[in-house]
Structure formats: structure tokens, C-alpha cells
């Protein structure tokens, strides 16, 4: 019912920069929340920056003043722009949004898209 699709993930070398985008689309009346995370190999799922549902943001602190999300809500699209890559950004970063499909109670899900591999190289 909803999708999500990410892009903009590449291989850069450090010090580089990369810009992440998620587009939703499908059956959705609003978006909660939205955010990214990234998985590196070997470890687990970790937050890297969202929207949360009230609109603040939230960053690990890892990419603090190195990546800022921005947001599109006519687009339904949130961006990632990560500057000062360090080969410790490598991973694949996920996009995850917490939909409203419906209007009665229950009619939130959180969907999540394919990934794009980001590799920042040293």
C-alpha cells in the first residue's frame, strides 16, 4: 500500500559528500515521522537522523554536525545530505516512515524501503 525508494547512495571517498533521498507514495493520508537509518556489516540497524512525529529531529550523535535531514511534505520526501564522509559512514542506509493509510484507529504502520549502499572509502 505504501512504498518507499531511496537513492542517491554511491561509493565516495572521504571527506566527500553524498545526498540521500526518499520518495513514499502509495495509499497515504499523512506521514508521522520519517528518518534514516543504516546498517554496516556485521552490526545492527542504527538511527542516523529523523523527523520525529511532533517534527523535531533526532541525530545519532556519530553524524552530528556532519549530516542534516530536510524534508519535502508536498513530495512526501525526506533527504539526507552527508558531508565529511568517514569510511565509518559505510552501510546501507535504509529510509523509514510511519504512515497514516486510513482514518479510524490502527490506520498507522511504519513501512521501510530497499536500502541504498553507501561505501565511503578511506
Excluded at 26 to 41: E, F
Excluded at 60 to 84: E, H
Aim: some cysteine.
Amino acid at each position: 500500500q505504501v512504498q518507499l525508494v531511496e537513492s542517491g547512495g554511491g561509493l565516495v571517498q572521504a571527506g566527500g559528500s553524498l545526498r540521500l533521498s526518499c520518495v513514499a507514495s502509495g495509499r497515504i493520508v499523512s506521514i508521522n515521522a520519517m528518518g534514516w537509518y543504516r546498517q554496516a556489516p556485521w552490526k545492527q540497524r542504527e538511527l542516523v537522523a529523523e523527523f520525529t512525529s511532533i517534527g523535531s529531529t533526532n541525530y545519532a550523535d556519530s553524524v552530528k554536525g556532519r549530516f542534516t535531514i530536510s524534508r519535502d511534505n508536498a513530495k512526501n520526501t525526506v533527504y539526507l545530505q552527508m558531508n565529511s564522509l568517514k569510511p565509518e559512514d559505510t552501510g546501507v542506509y535504509s529510509c523509514n516512515a510511519h504512515v497514516i493509510i486510513g482514518y479510524g484507529l490502527g490506520s498507522s504502520y511504519s513501512y521501510w524501503g530497499q536500502g541504498t549502499q553507501v561505501t565511503v572509502s578511506s
